[in-house]
């Protein structure tokens, strides 16, 4: 059986839409999966610290798979490290027959990285990979902890959530000055706020109708700059994204993910992270979190 590498890497959005994609890939393809979740600045914290399924796992980065580069076809969006000779981006790919057919063409295992899921893949198949996710029950007991103390959620979209991301969009990233006046010109809706930025979370904090999470730790600059800042992670690769997500970051994230999934989600941004919160809504992956027992398992309404 031919061996598919799902390549996790990036934020925990470009991670989950690699892993969801590839793992329903090997399903219809019938590929044998193998997920590789780097622990890297990135993302510091690893599969099982997440997610309590353990598929076949590694932790391993790019560039380790350099000495091997000519054992795949590649499937992947970018190759800052030029590990394929060439190369097709899945997001390219128009459906499920294009997909098999460049599959076809050679026999070597596949090595598979997107940052989006790829519109190749059939929906309903995502939408039950998505559901079949178990993020670990710790992480879902501060969620639902959470809503329960502030009574959120419990139906979908009885409150605002808005997320603000600013650490590493640069002017892409949320207006926070205008939000602010938004939310506080509405003192009758409440709101959850979430950021990656420490000093916006504590400036909504302030306004009465809205509630943050308390975190433990939050994205760190990896080195001396800005938040643009040019430097290279953990393969060598360059970017202006100048994050350091430490594995308490990462985890303190995925619960305000979990609290935004449950609220009327305001779209601020393209960020895979906000995506995956309107992913795990609209497939009903976090129906219970907080929700009334009569309204259990019951579908989840659109967001306004």
Request: charged residues 20%; proline residues 6%.
């Amino acid at each position: 059986m031919r061996r598919l590498v799902i390549y996790c890497d990036g934020g925990f959005g470009n991670r989950v839409n690699a892993l969801v994609s590839g793992l329903v890939m090997a399903r219809l393809l019938q590929f044998e999966p193998l997920v590789v979740w780097p622990v890297n600045n990135w993302c510091g914290a690893a599969f099982g610290d997440l997610f309590e399924d353990r598929p076949p796992v590694v932790e391993r980065e790019l560039v380790s798979f350099m000495p091997e580069r000519g054992r795949y076809q590649y499937l992947i969006v970018e190759d800052r490290l030029g590990l394929a000779e060439a190369w097709v981006s899945p997001l390219t790919l128009a459906g499920l027959p294009a997909l098999q057919a460049e599959l076809a063409r050679t026999p070597h295992d596949v090595f598979y990285y997107t940052a989006l899921i790829p519109p190749c893949l059939p929906p309903a198949e995502i939408a039950s990979q998505v559901r079949a996710l178990h993020i670990r029950r710790d992480i879902l007991a501060r969620a639902e902890g959470f809503l329960r103390t502030h009574r959120l959620g419990r139906r979908t979209g009885d409150f605002v959530g808005v997320q603000i991301r600013k650490t590493d969009f640069g002017s892409a990233g949320a207006n926070d000055a205008q939000l602010f006046d938004l939310v506080r010109q509405a003192p009758q809706q409440r709101f959850f706020v979430c950021s990656d930025d420490k000093d916006v979370e504590q400036r909504f904090a302030a306004l009465p109708n809205v509630v943050v999470f308390d975190k433990r730790a939050h994205v760190a600059k990896r080195v001396d700059g800005g938040w643009n800042a040019l430097n290279t992670d953990h393969s060598g690769r360059a970017y202006a994204f100048n994050v350091e997500r430490s594995g308490a970051s990462v985890e303190d994230a995925l619960v305000d993910l979990l609290i935004l999934s449950r609220a009327q989600i305001v779209k601020t941004s393209n960020s895979t992270f906000l995506n995956t919160a309107l992913l795990l809504q609209q497939t009903g992956a976090t129906a219970g979190l907080a929700a009334d027992p009569a309204a259990a398992g019951q579908p989840l309404a659109e967001p306004a």
